[in-house]
């Protein structure tokens, strides 16, 4: 089993710079891609960025240069440093991790912008 932990979240002032972590514990002998993605009140879950094994990243239109998606393989952790963060930004963050082939969700860590 595997479980993720997400970190980080909170009230945030609007060009405000958070950064999220999300660590993984279990049963791993190695995480694939890792990725971070957000839901809005009233919305669907949106793909934020994913990273592969290697730290090959990709972002979404709506964060590319603006979030940066890291990885630590040691530690099995990933992370999200967010930039001029806005209100649109607001949401739950989550972070999802690859095992053997099967997707595990964290579950969720709530980041408020304040304007």
């Known amino acids: 089993q595997v479980q993720l932990v997400e ?4 009230l945030v002032q609007a060009g405000g710079s958070p950064r999220l ?3 993984a514990s279990g049963t791993i002998f190695s995480i694939n891609d890792m990725g971070w993605y957000r839901q809005a ?3 669907q879950r949106e793909w934020v960025a994913t990273i592969t094994e ?3 990243p990709n972002y ?10 890291s990885r630590d393989n040691a530690k099995n952790t990933v992370y999200l ?4 963060l806005n209100p649109e930004d607001a949401a739950v963050y989550y972070c999802r991790g690859v095992v053997a082939f099967r997707g595990y969700w964290g579950q969720g860590t ?3 912008v304040s304007s």
């Open 7 to 10: 970190s980080g979240g909170g």
């Open 21 to 23: 972590s999300c660590a």
């Open 60 to 69: 979404a239109d709506a964060v590319k240069g603006r979030f940066t998606i």
């Open 54 to 56: 290697a730290s090959s």
């Open 41 to 43: 009140p009233g919305k």
């Open 81 to 84: 440093q967010m930039n001029s």
């Open 110 to 112: 709530q980041v408020t």
